[in-house]
């Protein structure tokens, strides 16, 4: 079952989340007559199957956790990994600019571990579909383990290719590009979406950036932003609120932006030629 299936109380089957002495925390799935074993102890796996969601437990040594549901973060932040992950701060603002809901078609090339994946499937609901191209058959091997894991596989569909040769969709929503060269694969991209569909692009540096915007703009994109996104967290103590001593800062530039389908009407040459130039 999907991991975030609702119920008040910890079932067989679901994803659970122990949380113990400094925070530390354990993300497993319920199965009856099994047991987790940490340095704190054991906890036999029938004691938390039906246990209510929130409840503390304890291990054999007295140690005690409490028992929740993961959020998408808590998953996302502690998949099982090859390659750099996509962070939930970037992750939120990218399901949000582009619009991603239920019943959505929505594609991405470079599955890697597949975090943004999960977190696509997680959004299109059952409705939905997320289809995946990856070049790496390892890489795209662990992203579909990971999905099986949160019972999220089936609103995926993986495919093994080069993804110059272009892509099987026509008519997807919107479509997330995470490969180390996405400004050339710009034109296969603009042919998988709809009209007036979003594409985003994750690059970690200046150089990809540039190339990628004079790509959009050959391939008649528009409307088209640039971004990052810094997160700071704050000590939640009432009487000494400040800053943590570290915070979550470049992780990668997004590139937004939405296929247009332009004419030689004259009348809408002035918004052509504006949003072709972009903010001066």
């Not at 956790?65 to 939120?92: E, V």
């Not at 050339?184 to 991209?189: A, C, G, L, N, T």
């Not at 943590?244 to 932006?257: C, K, Q, S």
């Amino acid at each position: 079952m999907p991991f975030n299936a609702y119920s008040s109380t910890a079932r067989d089957g679901d994803l659970a989340q122990l949380v113990g002495l400094r925070h530390k925390h354990f993300i497993l799935t319920l199965e009856t007559g099994a047991k987790f074993e940490t340095h704190r102890g054991i906890l036999q796996h029938n004691d938390l199957i039906g246990k209510e969601w929130g409840t503390q437990v304890f291990s054999h040594l007295g140690s005690p956790f409490f028992l929740l549901q993961p959020s998408l973060a808590d998953l996302l932040i502690n998949l099982p990994r090859t390659t750099q992950i996509m962070y939930p701060k970037d992750i939120g603002y990218i399901l949000v600019t582009m619009g991603v809901g239920p019943g959505q078609t929505v594609m991405e090339a470079g599955s890697g571990s597949g975090s943004m994946t999960t977190a696509l499937a997680h959004t299109v609901g059952n409705e939905g579909r997320v289809v995946s191209y990856e070049i790496k058959p390892d890489t795209q091997n662990l992203a579909r383990k990971n999905l099986n894991r949160f019972g999220l596989a089936s609103r995926v569909n993986f495919k093994l290719r080069d993804i110059a040769e272009g892509f099987d969709e026509t008519d997807a929503d919107s479509f997330f590009l995470d490969v180390p060269n996405p400004y050339d694969y710009i034109r296969q991209v603009r042919a998988a979406l709809k009209p007036g569909g979003f594409l985003c692009c994750l690059m970690p540096t200046f150089n990809q950036v540039e190339k990628v915007l004079q790509a959009l703009r050959q391939n008649n994109f528009a409307f088209i932003e640039v971004c990052e996104i810094l997160l700071r967290y704050f000590k939640p103590e009432p009487s000494r609120l400040r800053p943590t001593d570290r915070m979550v800062a470049h992780t990668g530039f997004l590139a937004f932006a939405r296929k247009i389908e332009p004419n030689e009407d004259p009348r809408g040459k002035e918004l052509i030629k504006e949003i072709s130039e972009g903010d001066s």
